[in-house]
T-cell receptor, first 115, second 112 residues
Framework: NAGVTQTPKFQVLKTGQSMTLQCAQD?????MSWYRQDPGMGLRLIHY???????DQGEVPNGYNVSRSTTEDFPLRLLSAAPSQTSVYFC??????????????FGPGTRLLVL | GDSVTQMEGPVTLSEEAFLTINCTYT??????LFWYVQYPGEGLQLLLK?????DKGSNKGFEATYRKETTSFHLEKGSVQVSDSAVYFC???????????FGQGTRLTINP
């Protein structure tokens, strides 16, 4: 299993440009999430999905769109990039358990710089 | 709202020293608690977890006990190694809420 994969690893954008960060998992996990990591702030949830066709907003959703057409893929779209979106983006997946304590599996991250 | 507070870093120790990284949380209800570790240039990976009060999570010599009375989940290791150098994140999770709430992270550096 490759686990959770993300592309690209690094991207530079100009303000106003759009792009899609790709995320895929091969573990058949129902849940997938996008986080951003900023210095001194830990990770913050952007959007998440509990299954194909179902998405919802997290803590910091503004400026980002997501869709979930398949179980495996969960792309994150920046429609008009802003310098405030300079960050490291992590995708994660997990499966629900009745006992709770779901472990999330993280991808290696995408470092985004918006000029 | 729910939140996690970790001791501020960076933390620098010598090899074989005792490690404690403090973590306290504020939450309504009883979340599951986690420690994740991020090695340089990598994503986060689960280090250990506890799903209910008084549970002890352990892995790779690290331990943390879920203390409901003090709302804490402090990370400890008796003898650290250079390879333990990383950023450590404490987090809480509510089943059904579908999200981890992270602390700000603590950077740990171990010198030989």
């Amino acid at each position: 299993n490759a686990g959770v994969t993300q592309t690209p690893k690094f991207q530079v954008l100009k303000t106003g440009q759009s792009m899609t960060l790709q995320c895929a998992q091969d573990m058949n996990h129902e849940y997938m999430s996008w986080y951003r990591q900023d210095p001194g702030m830990g990770l913050r949830l952007i959007h998440y999905s509990v299954g194909a066709g179902i998405t919802d907003q997290g803590e910091v959703p503004n400026g980002y769109n997501v869709s979930r057409s398949t179980t495996e893929d969960f792309p994150l779209r920046l429609l008009s990039a802003a310098p405030s979106q300079t960050s490291v983006y992590f995708c994660a997946s997990s499966y629900p358990t009745k006992r709770g304590g779901e472990t999330q599996y993280f991808g290696p991250g995408t470092r985004l710089l918006v000029l | 709202g729910d939140s996690v507070t970790q001791m501020e870093g960076p933390v620098t120790l010598s090899e074989e020293a005792f490690l404690t990284i403090n973590c306290t949380y504020t939450a309504t209800g009883y979340p599951s608690l986690f420690w994740y570790v991020q090695y340089p240039g990598e994503g986060l990976q689960l280090l250990l977890k506890a799903t209910k009060a008084d549970d002890k999570g352990s892995n790779k010599g690290f331990e943390a006990t879920y203390r409901k009375e003090t709302t804490s989940f402090h990370l400890e290791k008796g003898s650290v190694q250079v390879s333990d150098s990383a950023v450590y994140f404490c987090a809480l999770y509510f089943q059904g809420a579908q999200k981890l709430v992270f602390g700000q992270g603590t950077r740990l550096t171990i010198n030989p």
